[in-house]
């Protein structure tokens, strides 16, 4: 997981969209901006393709976008499905007489092979008249009133939708679930644009959210992301389960407050989008600063020996002597193959070219290079053990420029996120100011024997919360 290049996934009714249902036009701008320098964000939502769509607009989304609570995955431009979730014909011809049984009516959402339908044959209640007053009002080419339901169920259906007051919908929605269990996903909540009216839905089990955004993280190479998820809503739990951080906007349920690791201010202030942009910009904060970062490979060992040799030289003096600089590259100093292996060491690059580089450790050596002697491989327990900072060494060139901070920055939340609450190192004399910078203390030098009766100090610090 890599919370350094987090994957942002946000519902939107009651969370992105303000209260009229609509993107703000300070939302749009932040998004469109982001989403221009390369932010990795989609939606998840209720809502069908054609609805996003009018709600969206031009918002340059790269990423597919998650409909009818993972019904559909499907293309935002073009309304292509790339995921059809429909529910199995027998389940939907029972449910579609367990409504009828309760004396209520559903709008029936299905995909005819070609284009999508929403069947409908009257209205119950009020809140139904909303419902078909928004897509008529906004020309929904899928709104289809039919006299029976046989050609609705003849076709890929994807969701019911049962908009009555609480009460009726409760007995039904139990007597749905006791006969189908986990064969199908349901969830009931307000209308917050119609208030006193509720919608059930009822969709096969592999359409949730959380489901349609491991298909994303799968097919898109987003799975080594740090996966953060905006909502308000019950049909929102399941994603913010699987999240790194849950992020609930201020109107959102109490239970899902519960799963939340930050509550921000309501869907009314435009609270998502700038939540994202400051987000962004901590995780990000060398986007624009003329280097990127990326993963180290075991074919960029010989460049990272030479950068730490450049940089033990160039940087390490007056701290230390020539000599023991010298005595100390490829014992104390040097590549650490083990963590490029472990896929914990990071190196930094401009134009193509290593300028710094550094790491975590999941193991227990606390420093040096492959070929120094009394090495700990032996792995460390997050519940107790603190989290390595490792082998950290910039270009003399690109010194307090920001590297060193964006490289430790990195690898904190990479090493939070696998459980660590605390850190240790070993620093350098010049490096210990970045660390102090950071919160890790520690005064008392050690000495560490070198080769040729020479002899190194270094300074053991520890932070005590990541």
């Known amino acids: 997981m890599n919370p350094m290049t987090a994957f942002y996934v946000s519902d939107l009714d009651g969370t992105l969209l303000n209260g009229e249902g609509e993107l703000s036009a300070p939302s749009r701008q932040i998004l469109t901006d982001l989403l221009e320098k390369g932010l990795p964000f989609t939606v998840a939502s209720a809502r069908s393709v054609v609805s996003i769509r009018e709600v969206l607009g031009n918002l340059p989304l790269s990423l597919p976008i998650i409909e009818f609570n993972g019904a559909f995955i499907s293309d935002l431009k073009t309304g292509r499905h790339q995921v059809v979730n429909r529910i199995d014909p027998p389940i939907v011809e029972d449910v579609l007489k367990t409504v009828l049984d309760h004396g209520l009516l559903p709008f029936v959402s299905a995909f005819d092979g070609e284009r999508d339908q929403v069947y409908y044959t009257r209205s119950l209640n009020a809140g139904m008249d909303v419902y078909l007053k928004d897509r008529r009002d906004n020309n929904d080419p899928r709104l289809q009133e039919v006299p029976t339901w046989e050609k609705a169920v003849a076709q890929n259906v994807v969701c019911f939708n049962v908009i009555a007051q609480a009460d009726r919908l409760d007995p039904l929605e139990k007597d749905i679930r006791k006969k189908h269990g986990s064969r199908i996903e349901t969830h ?19 359409a949730t959210k959380d489901q349609g955004i491991q298909v994303l993280q799968e097919r898109h190479g987003l799975k080594d992301r740090e996966l953060v998820v905006f909502g308000d809503q019950v049909n929102d739990v399941r994603m913010f389960k699987l999240a790194h951080r849950g992020i609930a906007v201020e109107n959102a349920t109490p239970e899902l407050k519960k799963l939340a690791h930050r509550v921000i201010g309501s869907h009314h202030k435009d609270s998502v989008a700038r939540f994202i942009e400051e987000d962004w910009k901590k995780l990000s904060p060398w986007r624009d600063a003329g280097f990127t970062l990326r993963k180290a490979v075991l074919e ?116 939070k996120a696998w459980g660590f609450q605390s850190a240790e190192l070993v620093a350098t004399l010049p490096g210990q100011r970045l660390y102090r910078a950071f919160g890790y203390v520690g005064e008392k030098r050690v000495t560490y024997p070198l080769k040729d009766g020479l002899t190194i100090d270094f300074i053991p610090m520890r932070k005590e919360k990541l």
Do not use: N
């Open 300 to 415: 960029d060992i010989p460049i990272l020996e030479e950068l730490i040799g450049e940089s033990a030289r160039g940087l390490g003096l007056p701290d230390y002597s020539p000599e023991q600089v010298e005595a100390a590259l490829g014992t104390a100093w040097g590549v650490d193959t083990e963590l490029i292996q472990d896929g914990t060491f990071f190196a930094a690059e401009s134009a193509g070219k290593i300028i710094a580089c550094g790491g975590w450790s999941r193991r227990k050596t606390l420093f040096g290079a492959d070929g120094q002697a009394g090495r700990q491989s032996e792995s460390l327990d997050p519940a107790r053990d603190s989290v390595r900072i490792r082998a950290f060494f910039v270009h003399p060139g690109w010194a307090r420029r920001g590297i060193g901070k964006a490289l430790l920055e990195k690898c904190e939340l990479e090493a």
């Open 188 to 206: 009931c909540y307000e209308d917050i644009y119609a208030k006193g009216w509720y919608w059930l839905t009822i969709h096969d089990h592999r």
